[in-house]
């Protein structure tokens, strides 16, 4: 069998069911029906272009792009986060994943998707970069901060108590006396002019944020129970972030690993509190770990001060897309900003 014998096309919602039957064969698990749903076909920016592979009934491969706004220098344009890619292990290695990749790319040009950007693993990795004209910029660090080791599933019993005392003992990196922190989303305009102050270098490449995309973003469809944390000095909004954990609706699947998804603010003590107030929040809701992938300075100060630690990177690649000019600072690492919930997987 090669790819030409199998039929390649776009898939839509009637082909859920199908995809969610791949993911259970490559995974060995399933997501929430909702949080597929949530993620592949109900962005603020339209359905993910989607490529299936069938093999008559049997479906083979899939690969996606999750459509996003880029505010690349200036200019927002539509890009795309490259996930869930997967064959099938009866199909693997006959170039199904790339001819997929290429299907959906064709359908992306088409929708004016102008930038893709993905955080591959070793298996998809050299299909990206040698078959799929992606580019290698770099690194962005993965931060973890150890909450209660003990209940990593695979942490022997005798040592879990020691380990979670350690854990205790690492700091909070809280932000001071005149910080108040509350639950909950900020007002709309406090909200907003965070966002623009966040707003402000115009020479970077990030992942664009409104009110309407974090909503949609961190809603409740998306089964992670995701929490704002604010952070006001005499009432004034100073910091703003926002966690969540798989919640009951992942079943056997949830894993225990909290991630900081958002941390907005440009304040240093506002944003040491907001930490220090998340780590709080996931210990109580029984974390072990509390996790964010992310190269901004701020926010890596202000994780340094609460106990987290980087002990690898997740490789950024980046590809342009269609035929209008592309700004160049996509090629250049310095110039990418990310935050966790930038990544599909947090
Ligand atoms: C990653 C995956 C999608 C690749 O699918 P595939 O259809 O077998 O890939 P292709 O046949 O198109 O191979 C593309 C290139 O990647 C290389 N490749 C594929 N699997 C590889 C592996 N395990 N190790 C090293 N290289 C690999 C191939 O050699 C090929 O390069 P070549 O054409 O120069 O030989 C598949 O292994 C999979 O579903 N894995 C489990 C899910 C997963 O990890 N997805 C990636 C999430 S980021």
Not at 97 to 123: H, R
Request: net charge negative.
């Amino acid at each position: 069998m090669t790819t030409e014998t199998l039929e390649i096309r776009q898939a839509g919602r009637d082909d859920l069911q199908a995809i969610r039957q791949l993911y259970q064969a490559v995974r060995g698990n399933n997501r929430p029906e909702d949080f597929d749903r949530w993620r592949w076909f109900d962005s603020p920016d339209g359905e993910c272009p989607m490529a299936i592979a069938l093999d008559g009934e049997i479906i083979a491969g899939f690969y996606t792009l999750w459509p996003v706004r880029l505010r690349i220098g200036a200019a927002v344009v539509l890009g795309g986060q490259s996930m869930d890619t997967m064959t099938h292990p009866d199909y693997q290695g006959r170039r199904i994943f790339t001819t997929l990749a290429k299907a959906c790319y064709e359908t992306a040009a088409a929708c004016d998707f102008q930038v893709l950007y993905g955080f591959p693993n070793t298996l998809s990795y050299p299909g990206f970069v040698r078959r799929l004209d992606w580019n290698h910029t770099g690194d962005i660090q993965h931060w973890v901060r150890l909450l209660r080791p003990s209940h990593h599933p695979r942490m022997p019993g005798v040592v879990g108590p020691f380990a979670d005392l350690a854990a205790r003992a690492l700091p909070r990196g809280r932000g001071g006396r005149d910080i108040e922190i509350s639950m909950g989303k900020p007002e709309s305009a406090a909200l907003r002019d965070l966002l623009e102050s966040w707003r402000d270098d115009s020479g970077l490449c990030r992942i664009e944020r409104t009110p309407e995309w974090l909503d949609w973003r961190y809603a409740h469809a998306a089964a992670h129970d995701y929490e704002w944390i604010c952070a006001r000095r005499d009432g004034i909004l100073v910091a703003a972030g926002i966690w969540g954990m798989q919640n009951a609706d992942w079943g056997d699947v949830a894993d225990g690993r909290a991630h900081l998804v958002e941390l907005l603010g440009a304040e240093s003590a506002g944003l040491r509190a907001v930490v220090g107030a998340v780590i709080g929040r996931a210990t109580t809701r029984r974390a072990w770990i509390l996790e964010t992938v992310t190269n901004i300075p701020p926010v890596i100060s202000a994780l340094r001060r609460g106990g987290f630690f980087s002990h690898r990177g997740a490789p950024l690649i980046v590809r342009a897309l269609g035929d209008s000019e592309v700004d160049n600072r996509i090629f250049d690492h310095t110039s990418w900003r990310f935050m966790g919930g930038d990544l599909d997987t947090m």
